[in-house]
């Protein structure tokens, strides 16, 4: 994959999303400059994942935005998505990149020094730190990992990363400036009054903060 | 599938195994006669489901017992599972048919006339009746079909079937004279103090039910 499709990566989160349908703000938020989109849902049968999966592919695939799914590979099989999203308590990586194919996206998160270093031993195509900040959308995460984390973690990565976890227009330029190739965040975008313009926000920081790192 | 693998069907529920482990209480039920096992996981990570689906993999492939894996079709392909058990709310039927292939097994479970009306033309290996009585082990179910559910969708249906529900020694025979193929049961061996013997007695009737029908 190209790192750069890690810049500003949205995680969908339906119970953030203040009564819209998540098409709807994911396709607002993609014209406002989201360049990869993850479908995370924890509450819902595997008909209600499959069908929102299949909507999301369908609109994405317009857009050429590739659709990760969080954890569920079948449900990835079943849309052809682009690519799986695993945590440590998901399937094995191992299991998921032999099942997926080795041209399918595969991200993992790491949440300490440990993982990493596991990570560096597989073809994973990217890493997600997490948690980078505290955050009330997700409340099974390891303790976090604050922006020193961060660099030591991309400094020891040899895998693309993206930080996830209490990541907002306040703190985007600063999780870049850590190292990340990337930002992934859920209620900065689900839950803002006008998803574009908050993608849009965002994208202006990241662009800022890479073109100044000399790494675009 | 030979449809005597149907006979005494075992689904998990790790919550009413007593504090036992899972595999102690399979072991002992498929010496018992259990004929074929799902493993049921509701409440607990990717990795936990598959970490289970393994050790029973392992465990029943030495008494040439198939193990089905309900709903989750990657947990099925990631441990080799003999096959998936799938309910109205789960992935359609056609996907979990193309991605497991035509020589695993894939059992639908019916809730209704339409279901199993829906459920003949497709190529499932058998279909589960559910509920056919009142349970308490699954608590999103329909309505109860009754032995008069049982008797008109044994009829209709093209498939094998089994019956699933508040399914026990002291109603087991009346399901099998009603027309299905087996029983399914969870707590009946599941919570049972010795589920070797539980299974040992199921089987009997079982046995003797197929036999004054004259299909076996």
């Known amino acids: 994959m190209d790192r750069k499709e890690l810049e500003l990566y949205l995680v969908t989160d339906r119970s953030l999303a203040l009564g819209r349908s998540l098409e709807e703000v994911v396709e607002a938020a993609v014209k406002g400059g989201v360049t990869m989109v993850q479908l995370r849902e924890k509450n819902c049968s595997s008909m209600e994942f499959y069908r929102e999966a299949v909507r999301l592919k369908r609109l994405l695939a317009d857009y050429r935005i590739p659709l990760i799914v969080n954890d569920r590979l079948d449900i990835a099989l079943a849309c052809d998505a682009d690519g799986v999203h695993i945590g440590q308590s998901d399937l094995p990586y191992p299991v998921v990149r032999n099942l997926l194919g080795k041209n399918k996206i595969v991200g993992l998160s790491v949440e300490n020094r440990e993982d990493v270093e596991v990570a560096n031993r597989l073809d994973v195509d ?53 190292g990340a190739d990337g930002i992934a965040v859920v209620s900065a975008i689900m839950s803002a009054d006008d998803p574009q313009q908050a993608a849009a926000e965002l994208k202006k920081i990241i662009d800022s903060e890479v073109k100044k790192s000399g790494r675009s």
Chains 1, 2 share one sequence.
């Open 126 to 178: 990217y890493i997600g730190i997490s948690p980078v900040f505290s955050t009330s959308t997700k409340t099974d995460t390891a303790p976090r990992l604050g922006l020193e984390g961060v660099e030591e973690i991309t400094a020891l990565s040899v895998h693309p990363s993206v930080g996830i976890g209490g990541i907002y227009s306040g703190n985007a330029a600063e999780i870049i400036r850590a």
